[in-house]
């Protein structure tokens, strides 16, 4: 019986209502209940028990997920609080399953990110976040000179952080725009990044996430390729999950 027993935050992440740490958030805010009663962060979910979230029963592991590249336009927030934010992911997506961002982009930045319903594989991709490749173009207010390139390129302390960037990849496009490829995910890093050398960004657009390309217009979404979803799991740690290929939907 005991082999049968998932932690709650597990359970939840399993059965594709959010990853683990929203699971964590939501359990602390006694938004979780298993058989009417709420728990205490830890608590083993057993096979026939209840689980709720809102007071919406949350059923066990689904068979099928649901893995979409998404353009977000500039003011949309990552978030699945649609209670709290107006402009929210989830709701201007209107997908009819409920799915959930890997990671995030601010508010006033755009370009690709990835949703899922699958809370185990957002877990491999956030445990793998300080080693896979994301690419950004983006903008500044001044001319680019090249020991802002090379400061980019070596790391920079962020005193409000505490802590240096990783060395990362970082080349001038023109005179104001450059790309850059990080390995690293601090909060706002890029334009907290910028701010330290005295240059204020404009614009900034995710154009990739380890081998996923964006390659859609703003505002639309499709689904993984097989090809896509197979080297994604070989980056994430060979994920043996299998993945069936559905038509790609647009919207």
Same mark, same amino acid.
């Given at each position: 019986?005991?082999? !049968?027993?998932?932690?709650?935050?597990?359970?939840l992440?399993?059965?594709?209502?959010?990853?683990?740490?929203a699971a964590?958030k939501?359990?602390d805010?006694?938004?979780?209940?298993? #058989?009417?009663?709420?728990?205490?962060?830890g !608590?083993?979910?057993?096979?026939?028990d209840?689980?709720?979230?809102?007071g919406e029963v949350? #059923?066990a592991k689904?068979?099928?997920?649901?893995?979409l590249?998404f353009?977000k336009p500039?003011?949309?927030v990552c978030?699945t609080?649609?209670r709290?934010?107006?402009d #929210?992911?989830i709701d201007f997506?209107?997908?009819?399953k409920?799915?959930?961002?890997i990671?995030?982009?601010?508010k006033?930045?755009?370009g690709?990110?990835?949703?899922?319903?699958d809370?185990d594989i957002v877990?491999?991709i956030?445990?793998?976040s300080n080693?896979?490749?994301?690419e950004? *173009?983006?903008?500044?207010?001044?001319?680019?000179?090249? !020991?802002f *390139?090379?400061?980019?390129?070596?790391g920079?302390?962020?005193?409000?952080l505490k802590?240096?960037t990783?060395?990362?990849? *970082?080349k001038?496009?023109n005179s #104001?725009t450059f790309?850059?490829?990080?390995t690293?995910?601090?909060?706002?890093?890029?334009r907290?990044?910028c701010?330290?050398?005295?240059?204020?960004?404009?614009t900034?657009?995710?154009?990739?996430?380890?081998n996923?390309?964006l390659?859609?217009?703003?505002g639309?979404?499709?689904?993984?390729?097989?090809?896509?979803?197979?080297?994604l799991?070989?980056?994430?740690s060979?994920?043996?999950?299998?993945f069936v290929?559905?038509?790609?939907?647009?919207?």
């Amino acid at each position: 019986m005991e082999n !049968t027993l998932k932690r709650i935050n597990k359970f939840l992440s399993e059965a594709g209502y959010c990853s683990r740490r929203a699971a964590d958030k939501l359990i602390d805010e006694g938004r979780v209940t298993i #058989n009417g009663v709420i728990p205490e962060m830890g !608590t083993k979910v057993a096979p026939n028990d209840i689980v709720a979230v809102d007071g919406e029963v949350v #059923n066990a592991k689904k068979e099928e997920f649901v893995y979409l590249a998404f353009n977000k336009p500039v003011g949309i927030v990552c978030t699945t609080d649609t209670r709290v934010e107006k402009d #929210n992911i989830i709701d201007f997506i209107g997908y009819h399953k409920r799915i959930f961002p890997i990671g995030r982009l601010d508010k006033p930045s755009e370009g690709l990110i990835l949703l899922t319903d699958d809370g185990d594989i957002v877990n491999k991709i956030l445990r793998a976040s300080n080693n896979h490749e994301k690419e950004y *173009v983006v903008t500044v207010d001044k001319p680019i000179s090249q !020991t802002f *390139v090379e400061r980019m390129s070596k790391g920079i302390y962020l005193e409000e952080l505490k802590q240096t960037t990783k060395p990362c990849v *970082v080349k001038k496009v023109n005179s #104001n725009t450059f790309k850059i490829i990080l390995t690293q995910g601090l909060n706002r890093q890029i334009r907290r990044m910028c701010s330290h050398l005295n240059y204020e960004v404009q614009t900034l657009k995710r154009i990739r996430i380890m081998n996923i390309n964006l390659d859609l217009p703003d505002g639309k979404y499709r689904e993984l390729t097989t090809n896509e979803f197979t080297e994604l799991s070989k980056l994430i740690s060979g994920s043996t999950k299998e993945f069936v290929p559905r038509k790609i939907k647009r919207k």
